[in-house]
């Protein structure tokens, strides 16, 4: 099982292109990507928009997107926006 470890740690203003890289990363893949979202504080709706692109083009390459170190704000926002069913998520 490949893994694209992507990881996320570079302040909330690179979260946006640092999804937009990783997405280009599943060309050709299968199975998981894993994003590190330990250093992840928030998340506004520019970051939903690339996470929801991301892990539709994931489910069109048939990979699994896991998130880790997800803290209880940002996953509360991911379910307030419908997104937390669509990634495996640990914290």
Request: no cysteine; glycine share 8%; aromatic share 4%.
């Amino acid at each position: 099982m490949e893994m694209i470890p992507v990881l996320l740690n570079l302040g909330e203003k690179r979260l946006v292109p640092a999804l937009q890289e990783a997405r280009e990363k599943l060309s050709g893949m299968e199975g998981e990507a894993v994003l590190d979202f330990s250093s992840v504080q928030r998340v506004d709706p520019s970051v939903l928009r690339a996470m929801e692109e991301f892990v539709g083009a994931a489910d069109e390459k048939g990979v699994k997107v896991i998130l880790s170190g997800v803290n209880v704000g940002v996953y509360k926002v991911l379910k307030l926006a419908k997104l937390a069913p669509r990634f495996s998520v640990t914290r």
